[in-house]
T-cell receptor, first 115, second 114 residues
Framework: EAQVTQNPRYLITVTGKKLTVTCSQN?????MSWYRQDPGLGLRQIYY???????DKGDVPEGYKVSRKEKRNFPLILESPSPNQTSLYFC??????????????FGNGTRLTVT | GNSVTQMEGPVTLSEEAFLTINCTYT??????LFWYVQYPGEGLQLLLK?????DKGSNKGFEATYRKETTSFHLEKGSVQVSDSAVYFC?????????????FGGGTRLMVKP
């Protein structure tokens, strides 16, 4: 089954404790992206990757890191989480980043709480 | 920059009622427009899209027409069902240096009562 898989689904952590949220897609998509969803703000892009070893900042990259060493994986890293990073996170992928008509396929989300 | 504005929810309707969720946008150039739907506990799924002015996207009884003159992409359905209860997001995608970058509206929660 074609899908985007995120783990974990729920995560509670404390301020300053490094964490990684994994994302994997099995559709051979070139483009991958991370979004955070906050009430009333919709989804805001954190980072995106047009292809392997190519990553760039979205609208709200502060406090996050990503890497794209393999085509299928795009982990999101919080080196020192803070309470304002409490949010619902979504990973997404599409066939080509250069085609703005390619629909995005989303994972089921990771709800992160930082205390 | 690009922006998308949706009507605030929640929108509460009875089954078989007519649905309209308003969406207006600001963008440079000629963006593509999308509606995504998010069911409880799931990620977003593409519902429909339109890539140029006057195009009508449709899927599962939902429709939206790309109106360039009013910069709008309102979502409509003639007869909603309880299973349509979800959060609906309007989005636009414009070609820029960021490639396939979507700008989302704030989302509108729809609740349909039997």
């Amino acid at each position: 089954e074609a899908q985007v898989t995120q783990n974990p689904r729920y995560l509670i952590t404390v301020t300053g404790k490094k964490l990684t949220v994994t994302c994997s897609q099995n559709m051979n998509h070139e483009y991958m992206s991370w979004y955070r969803q906050d009430p009333g703000l919709g989804l805001r892009q954190i980072y995106y990757s047009m292809n392997v070893e190519v990553t760039d900042k979205g609208d709200v990259p502060e406090g996050y890191k990503v890497s794209r060493k393999e085509k299928r994986n795009f982990p999101l890293i919080l080196e020192s989480p803070s309470p304002n990073q409490t949010s619902l996170y979504f990973c997404a992928s599409s066939i080509q980043g250069s085609s703005y008509n390619s629909p995005l396929h989303f994972g089921n989300g990771t709800r992160l709480t930082v205390t | 920059g690009n922006s998308v504005t949706q009507m605030e929810g929640p929108v509460t309707l009875s089954e078989e009622a007519f649905l309209t969720i308003n969406c207006t946008y600001t963008a440079t150039g000629y963006p593509s427009l999308f509606w995504y739907v998010q069911y409880p506990g799931e990620g977003l799924q593409l519902l429909l899209k339109a890539t140029k002015a006057d195009d009508k996207g449709s899927n599962k009884g939902f429709e939206a027409t790309y109106r360039k003159e009013t910069t709008s992409f309102h979502l409509e359905k003639g007869s909603v069902q309880v299973s349509d209860s979800a959060v609906y997001f309007c989005a636009l995608s414009g070609r820029n240096n960021a490639g396939n970058m979507l700008t989302f509206g704030g989302g509108t929660r729809l609740m349909v009562k039997p």
